[in-house]
C-alpha cells in the first residue's frame, strides 16, 4: 500500500483492487495514460498529441488515415475537399471526422479489401459529417462500421458491399443517422443500413438502388 501505482503493467502496486489506478502522465502534457483507468491519451510518450487535438487533411496530415491513427478519442479531423484512397481504421477510438467542403466533394474511398471507414468506442462520441463513403467492401459494414455512440449526419454512402450493412453497419451502438444518402450498396442484409444490438433514430435518409440478397 502507499506505492505509486503503473498503468498496463497488470501489477497492483498500490493494492487497490485496480491495476491500473493511477496516474501516469508521461510526457507532462496534462493528460493521463489511457492504460490509466480513466485515461484518454493514447499517446503518453509524445506531449504533442492530447486528446482535444484538432488537426486538418491535408494542412497537417496528407491523407485522411494517417490523421486518424495520429489523433486520440476527442479529436476532430478536419478533410478539405478531394478524393481520398484507402482504409480508415480508427482503432477504438471516439472522433470526429467532418468534411469541409460537404459530402458531394470530400470523398473516402475504400480498396475494396476492408470497409473503407471504422470508428467509433465506449470513449465518446463519434461523428461523420459531410463525407462521401465508397468502394468499401467487408464482412459487416463495408463503407463504414460504427460501435458506441455515432451520429453520421449530411453524408453519402454509395458502391459498397458486405454481408451485413453494405453502407453503413451500426453494432451496439447508439446512434443518429441524418441527412444521409445510401445508393448502389449491396448486402446479404441490410444493403444500404444494418443495425444490430443499437438504438438510435434515423431521419431525412434517403435508400436508393439497394441490392439485399435475403430478407
Known sequence: PGATEVCGDAVDQDCSGDPDDGSTDADSDGYISWACTGGDDCDDDDGGVTPDMSVTVPGDYSDVA???????????VTVSAGTYIGTID???????????????????????????????????ETLVSGLTVRSGS???????????SCTVEDSIFHSNSADYGGGLALVDATFSVASCNFWNNIAGEGAGLFV??????????????QSATRN
Not at 66 to 76: D, H, I, L, N, R
Not at 97 to 111: K, V
Not at 140 to 148: K, L
Open 90 to 124: 480508427g482503432e477504438g477510438k471516439a472522433i470526429s471526422l467532418i468534411g469541409e467542403a460537404g459530402a458531394s466533394e470530400t470523398i473516402l474511398q475504400g480498396d475494396g479489401t476492408a470497409s473503407t471507414l471504422v470508428l467509433g468506442s465506449d470513449l465518446g
Open 66 to 76: 494517417a490523421a486518424v491513427a495520429a489523433v486520440c478519442s476527442g479529436s476532430t
Open 196 to 209: 444490430e444490438d443499437s438504438s438510435g433514430s434515423v431521419s431525412d435518409v434517403v435508400f436508393s438502388i
Open 138 to 148: 467487408a464482412s459487416v459494414g463495408g463503407g463504414m462500421y460504427c460501435t458506441g
